[in-house]
C-alpha cells in the first residue's frame, strides 16, 4: 500500500467519531491522524467566532496557524516515507485556517502539498460555508471539495464521496441482541417519524432499542412506554450499545440524501440496517441482501426483520476503508474530479 500512495496523508478532523474513520489509514505507514489539543479547540473557535472583534480575531489566527504547522510538520516526520508530499485532508473546522494567509503558511512549509475539504456535514445550513464554498470568493484555498451528500455536491458542483470507515469491530464486546431493532440519535426534528416506527415495530412483537438525546422534557411524555431518552454518548458507548441490536435504524434529517455513519456500522458490525434515506439505493455502500429503504414502516417485510443478515461482500467492506477512500483522493487530484476554485 506505501507504494500505492504518491502522498502522505495529514487528517484533520475534530469529532472524536471522526477517529475510527480514519485510524486504519495510518497502518499503511503513509497517514497520520492529528489530535487537536484544547488550545487549539480554543483558538480555532474564537477565530470562527462572530462575536469578537476583528482585530482580536486577527491576533489569536497568528497565534493559531504557526502553532499548527509546527504540529504538521511532526506529523510529517512520523510517515514511514517523509520525502513524500503531503496532503491535508481537513474537515470544515478548518477552513479558516486554510483560507487567506493559513493556507499561504501551509503551502510555504510543505511546498507540492495538496488541501482536501471534506465535509461530512450539511453545508446549506451553515451560513458561512455555503458562501465560501458556493463560489463568492476568489481566492482558491483547496485542490479538492468533497460533499458525503450527493445532493449537495450537485448543487454547488463539488466532489462527491461516501464516508469512509475503519473496522472497529474488536473495539465492540461480542455480546447477545438484546433488541431486534436499535436506534440511537440525536434526535432533533425526527422525533414523531421516530415514534411512529417504534409503534409499528413493537406493535409487531419486534423488541425495539430506542435511545434518543436531545429531546426537550414538554415531549418525552408524549413518548410510547419503553423509549429511553439519554444525555451525550461517547462513540464507543454508543457502539457497544449498538451492536446488541440484530438491524440498525437509520433515520436521516430532512431532505439530506448523504449516507450516515449507521450503514459503514452496519457493514463493521455484520448488521443489518433500515434507512429511510431512497438515495441509499444508489450508494456504492448499498447491500440489498442486507439493507432495506422504506417510506412507510408497514410497507418493512417480517421476513427482513426476522432473517439473520448475509455476510457483506469483501469488496464492499474494502469499498468503505480508509485506504481505499485515500486512493479515491488521489485520482480525483490526477484527473481534476471535484476541483473548485473559489
Known sequence: MNEELRYNYIICFREPYCRYMFRDAEATGSAVFLKTSRAERFLRRAVDSRKLPRVLKSVLFRLQSPVLCRRLQKAAKRMADPQKPVCFILDRRYLSLVRNKGSQRIRSRFPGSKTVLFLIDLIRREPYLEEHVSGNGTERFADLIWSFDPAE????????????????????????????????????????????????????????????????????????????FTDWMPYEEYLKTEAKGRIILEIVQDDAAGNTLRVNEAIVLQKKLLSDNPALRESPAFDPQNMFVFDDPADIPDAFLSEPPAPYPAPLKEKISPTAFLRDVEKALREGEGNHAI
Open 153 to 228: 455536491a450537485a448543487k454547488y458542483g463539488i466532489g462527491f464521496h461516501d464516508v469512509p470507515i475503519s473496522d472497529f469491530s474488536g473495539d465492540v464486546t461480542p455480546a447477545e441482541p438484546e433488541w431486534d431493532v436499535v436506534f440511537i440519535a440525536k434526535i432533533k426534528t425526527r422525533i414523531e417519524r421516530a415514534m411512529n416506527i417504534y409503534r409499528n415495530l413493537t406493535a409487531r412483537g419486534y423488541r425495539c432499542g430506542f435511545f434518543l438525546h436531545k429531546v426537550p422534557e414538554e415531549e418525552r411524555g408524549q413518548a410510547p412506554e419503553g423509549v429511553r
